[in-house]
């Protein structure tokens, strides 16, 4: 069975910081990717996805992910946080039969 | 357009009594999902329709949940009897295959068992 793994659980920066967060997954096939953010006491918001095409693929709030097939990655990257990036974020992978898996995700805390 | 629509937002019970939880997705979209969530862990699909047709149930404990989605449209998720560590929140969430969008997420109905 297919699986998303998020190696880092929390993490705490200071704004400005460089963020990236770390995401695999274990399905051969095609896959669909996706970053979802849920801000304190909100929904799932989609953040980024990959379908097909340049690998690097930018999303909103200055978010963007790098798909790299050869190691079944797909992280999160942001050059400079800020405080009201605080929440929890959640790697998904969805596979050819529109299965979609979500990774445990990882809180992320933004000091000023 | 609104998004997805859940009811109850929060529910308290008993354990041991039935609960209902309610979701209306997006306008066209025949993908539903429904998902569980435990505090400080990802969301756990549940199960997923196509239309009216549930087509991975797999992870749905079905001794005490049940799902449906009469006429491909809304959709009920149903626990009987609830026991204590049912507390979590459920999450539904639609899309539309076809178009190949992402899945968009409700609220979610944060369920107590006490």
């Known amino acids: 069975a297919q699986s998303v793994s998020q190696h880092n659980h929390h993490v705490i920066l200071s704004e400005a910081a460089s963020l990236e967060l770390g995401c695999n997954y274990s399905?051969?096939?095609?896959?669909?990717l996706f970053w979802y953010v849920q801000y304190p006491g909100q929904h799932l918001q989609l953040l980024l996805k990959?379908?097909?095409?340049?690998?690097l693929v930018k999303g909103i709030k200055g978010f963007e992910a790098e798909f790299i097939k050869s190691k079944f990655s797909f992280n999160l990257r942001k050059p400079s946080v800020q405080w009201s990036d605080t929440a929890e974020y959640f790697c998904?992978?969805?596979?050819?039969?529109?299965?979609?898996?979500f990774g445990t995700g990882t809180r992320l805390q933004v000091f000023p | 357009e609104a998004g997805v629509v859940q009811s109850p937002r929060y529910k308290i019970i008993e354990k041991k009594q039935p609960v209902a939880f309610w979701c209306n997705p997006i306008?066209?979209?025949?993908?539903l999902y429904w998902y569980l969530q435990n505090l400080g862990q990802g969301p756990e699909l549940l199960i997923r329709?196509?239309?009216?047709?549930?087509?991975?149930d797999s992870q749905l404990p079905k001794d005490r949940f049940s799902a449906e989605r009469l006429k491909g449209v809304d959709s009920t998720l149903k626990i009987q009897p609830a026991e204590l560590g049912d507390s979590a929140v459920y999450l539904c969430?639609?899309?539309?295959?076809?178009?190949?969008?992402?899945?968009?997420f409700g609220q979610g109905t944060r369920l107590t068992v006490v």
């Open positions: 969430a639609s899309g539309d295959r076809a178009a190949n969008t992402e899945a968009f």
């Open positions: 399905y051969g096939g095609t896959v669909n």
């Open positions: 990959y379908f097909s095409g340049d690998p």
């Open positions: 998904a992978v969805r596979d050819n039969t529109d299965k979609l898996i």
């Open positions: 306008s066209g979209h025949n993908t």
């Open positions: 329709y196509e239309n009216e047709e549930a087509v991975d």
